[in-house]
């Protein structure tokens, strides 16, 4: 059976897409304050492992639980999640991913809004 991982592309797909991600994450001024204290070269690093592993890849993903990563982000609500999800539509969209795909990474997104917002 493909993984999404493979169905997407693989690594270089998936280190565009978080290049391409947070490029859009950091222009937008609705999130982009949750980054001014965050080391983008390891936030990007630990998102290619994260997605990865989410996808079906190889898991090499050595971070904090998602409860964790996020919990000192104060102010953190569903709408913070659903601009990442629609920049990450946004992304693959950007990158010739179908549409049935992209619905597949948003609800792996949707999966864990819950454990991103410590509830």
């Known amino acids: 059976m493909t993984t999404l991982y493979e169905e997407l592309g693989g690594a270089g797909a998936v280190d565009a897409a978080v290049e391409i991600f947070y490029r859009k994450m ?3 001024g609705r999130v ?3 980054f001014d204290n965050t ?3 390891k936030q990007i690093s630990m998102q290619k492992s994260f997605l990865t592993m989410a996808f079906g ?3 090499e993903y050595t971070g904090k639980h998602l409860r ?3 919990k000192n982000l104060s102010g953190l609500n569903d709408s913070h999640v659903d601009i990442v999800i629609e920049h990450l539509g946004a992304t693959l969209k950007e990158l010739g ?3 049935a795909k992209i619905t597949k990474v948003a609800a ?3 999966s864990v809004r819950d ?3 410590n509830r």
Do not use: E, Q, W
């Open 32 to 34: 982009s304050g949750f």
């Open 39 to 41: 080391d983008m070269d």
């Open 108 to 110: 792996i997104a949707n």
């Open 57 to 59: 890849g190889p898991n």
């Open 68 to 70: 964790d990563a996020h």
């Open 97 to 99: 991913v179908d549409d």
């Open 26 to 28: 950091l222009a937008d």
């Open 115 to 117: 454990d991103v917002l």
